[in-house]
């Protein structure tokens, strides 16, 4: 609501009213619009907490662990040259089919919710 009592004429006050109740709408639409923009963003980008992590290289103990299947593998500078690195491919590639799937499978089931 907007209460104006400026000028003497009631169109003219009614007017400018119509004008602060549309710039507060718009104020409002914009910063709604900028919210989920900025919650979209921080959901894509993350925090770069530790639970978030992919893949740790620890040079001290020359072991490589790679989070989502729970795999560590020893030998880090020949896995970084691209020397040795099959026990960790052959650890990493089925948990993350599975994973595909599983995210196939939500994508399916949110499809078929939404028809």
Same mark, same amino acid.
């Given at each position: 609501?907007?209460?104006?009592?400026?000028?003497?004429?009631?169109?003219?006050?009614?007017?400018?009213?119509?004008? =602060?109740?549309?710039?507060?709408?718009?104020?409002?639409?914009?910063?709604?619009?900028?919210?989920?923009?900025?919650?979209?963003?921080?959901?894509? %980008?993350?925090?770069?907490?530790?639970?978030?992590?992919?893949?740790?290289?620890?040079?001290?103990?020359?072991?490589?662990?790679?989070?989502?299947?729970?795999?560590?593998?020893?030998?880090?500078?020949? =896995?970084?040259?691209?020397?040795?690195?099959?026990?960790?491919?052959?650890?990493?590639?089925?948990? %993350?089919?599975? %994973?595909?799937?599983?995210? =196939?499978?939500?994508?399916?089931?949110?499809?078929?919710?939404?028809?």
């Amino acid at each position: 609501t907007a209460a104006i009592q400026d000028e003497r004429s009631q169109h003219k006050n009614k007017q400018k009213a119509l004008k =602060l109740i549309a710039a507060r709408v718009r104020d409002a639409l914009r910063e709604e619009e900028a919210r989920q923009r900025g919650d979209a963003r921080n959901s894509l %980008m993350g925090s770069g907490d530790r639970s978030e992590r992919i893949r740790t290289y620890n040079f001290p103990q020359d072991r490589v662990t790679d989070h989502r299947c729970k795999h560590s593998e020893h030998g880090i500078g020949t =896995l970084l040259s691209g020397g040795n690195h099959e026990g960790l491919v052959d650890r990493f590639a089925p948990p %993350m089919r599975r %994973m595909h799937r599983e995210e =196939l499978i939500q994508q399916l089931d949110n499809t078929t919710e939404n028809e």
